[in-house]
Every structure is written in C-alpha cells, then in structure tokens.
C-alpha cells in the first residue's frame, strides 16, 4: 500500500483512538502540572512544556495510531503569522511541532478550557472575539505589537483564514484577518496547505494510519497590497496546493 495514503477502515480504529485520548488526557495532566511551577517562575519556560507536550501528542499518535507527518518546504523560524488549512486536529500538532514558538489565535473559548488554556496563553496565543469585527483586529494587531518587543518575540503565530475545521474537500470562504494583521504590522505570511484530514477525521474518530503531509509554501512578503488582493492569493494557493496532497493520498471517494 501506498504510505501516503490513509490505512483502510479497520474494527481496531475506534479502540486505537480511544486509548490515544486517554493518553491525551492523562498527558497533558501530567505534564500541565509539572510545567506549572517552572512557568510560574521563569514564563519564557512555557514554550518548553509545550515542545514536550507536543513531542508527546506526536509520538503517541506514531506508536498507537499508526499516524506520521512529513513536512515539505520551509517552517519559519523567525517572527511572522502562518495561515493554514484547517482540518484535524493532527494540523494544529504538526504545525506546531514543525515551529520552534508557536502561538495561535484562537476562540476565547478554548483559552478557557483547564491546563492547555492556560498554557496557550502563556505562549503568547491571543484570544478573538469575533462579534467584536474590526475592532477585534485593532486588539490582536496591538497585541502582535507588545509581543514583539518583548526579548523572545512574537514568534510563529497561527491564523486559520477559514475559522473551522474543514472536510477534505469541503471549500469556505476565507476571513481577512491575517492580511489585516500583515498590513497592521509588516510581518510576512506563511501560507500552509495540508491534507491531515484523509488520515485524521474533523470529528476526531475515526483516525487512520499512514504518512500526512504538512507543506510550507512560499511566503507571502507584506507589500502593500489591498487585504482583498493578499487574501484570494493565499485562498488560491492554499486550496490548490491542499487539493493536491488530497490527490496524492488518493483523493476523495
């Protein structure tokens, strides 16, 4: 069989990926608790106890589910925004282990849930209320700017232009979010095209084994241009290169 494309269904699938969020679970309890003191002293820390958490969330999902990334093209190791495709939560892992500092925005929401909340935010993750339109932008770009004067940096911070998870396939119209924040701040793009979600469902079961590709594209420099234009450039990137490892994992059926 082909590695890069997705194990065929099996009665193990369901066991597998009960036992992995159990390991999930217990991990990140585990772990949340022995960075607690560490970043209440020294806050840079947090960034450690997340590369071990993820390091973690990645092997477990190799042994147990059978699942691997290979990432093509270039991550970014200096302060920019990332826009990616949106359909796992295996993109949210790989994206971030692939990235020394990693930071997102994200709902306010999910900044609330215990432990991993907490440490999202220590990480530099910026929460987004959403009702809130333009001015939201103005916070998030201030907050970009606070983060890149501290010593660390801002470092990689993480948009998904489309806001949800998304099927393999599915198309929705991008938010202009991050190409407002470029224009705000001059910080470079990094496009991403994936297709994590032939391997690794939206819903999160079922999960199936096999080689999922990450694909860093080429960046995209603030330039001036309008949002709209910076916008359908990287819809059309995105979508076109995301497609094509859908194919490549042996398309949709």
């Not at 973690?56 to 589910?65: D, E, K, N, S, T």
């Not at 994200?106 to 001015?135: C, H, L, N, Y």
């Amino acid at each position: 069989m082909n590695r890069y494309h997705p194990r065929p269904p099996s009665l193990l699938d369901w066991p597998r990926a009960v036992a992995y969020y159990i390991y999930v679970a217990l991990a990140t309890v585990v772990l949340g608790l022995w960075g607690l003191p560490q970043v209440l002293v020294k806050p840079a820390r947090a960034h450690r106890v997340a590369t071990l958490w993820i390091g973690q969330m990645m092997g477990a999902a190799r042994v147990i589910l059978g699942v691997r990334i290979e990432v093509r093209g270039t991550p970014p190791t200096e302060d920019c925004l990332i826009a990616a495709k949106h359909q796992s939560f295996l993109d949210i892992l790989a994206i971030s282990q692939a990235v020394p500092q990693r930071a997102f925005v994200m709902k306010r929401e999910i900044m609330r849930v215990p432990i991993m909340g907490w440490f999202a935010k220590q990480v530099g993750s910026i929460p987004i209320d959403r009702t809130r339109g333009s001015d939201a932008m103005k916070q998030i770009a201030d907050e970009v700017e606070i983060a890149r004067a501290r010593p660390e940096g801002l470092g990689q911070l993480i948009f998904y232009p489309e806001g949800t998870r998304t099927r393999p396939g599915e198309k929705r119209r991008y938010k202009a979010g991050v190409a407002s924040i470029q224009a705000a701040t001059g910080l470079t793009i990094y496009p991403v095209a994936v297709n994590c979600g032939m391997f690794w469902s939206k819903r999160g079961i079922p999960i199936r084994g096999g080689v999922s590709v990450l694909d860093f594209l080429t960046p995209i420099p603030a330039t001036g241009r309008p949002v709209e234009e910076v916008m359908a450039e990287l819809e059309a990137r995105v979508e076109a290169a995301s497609d094509a490892l859908i194919a490549e994992a042996g398309g949709l059926k």
